[in-house]
């Protein structure tokens, strides 16, 4: 059974920094393109980083505070959230899509390119 599990989500002040994992499992998904997205109640879904086998890609809200990244050894995806600011509020998602679907950027935040969603992590920051 695949799954994806995130944690490291939590509540922090304004400037701080969180990092959060993603666990993948069930397959190997070290050729797949994992995401970052993120739903705040009300709002819809938003795109914030993806990364493939050859590229990252961000949304222009968190380009220069987060960073995503991968262990294909641990088949584990980070993202460090830097400077974070009250509108990162959100629950934070992670996905992934299978190998050649995501090869642009406007592919990469489109969230029906994904097959596998994880439950989500809380990241609430205060102001």
């Known amino acids: 059974q695949v799954q994806l599990v995130e944690s490291g989500g939590g509540l922090v002040q304004a400037g701080d920094s969180l990092r959060l994992s993603c666990a993948a499992s069930g397959r190997t998904f070290n050729y797949d393109t994992m995401a970052w997205f993120r739903q705040d109640p009300g709002k819809e879904r938003e795109f914030v980083a993806a990364i493939s086998f050859a590229s990252t890609y961000y949304a222009d809200s968190v380009k220069g505070r987060f960073t995503i990244s991968r262990d294909n050894a641990k088949t584990t995806m980070y993202l460090q959230m830097n400077s974070l600011k009250p509108e990162d509020t959100a629950v934070y998602y992670c996905?992934?899509?299978?190998?050649?679907?995501?090869?642009?950027?406007?592919?990469?935040?489109?969230?029906?390119?994904?097959?596998?969603w994880g439950q989500g992590t809380q990241v609430t920051v205060s102001s």
């Open positions: 996905a992934a899509a299978p190998p050649n679907r995501v090869n642009t950027a406007v592919a990469a935040s489109q969230g029906v390119r994904y097959d596998y």
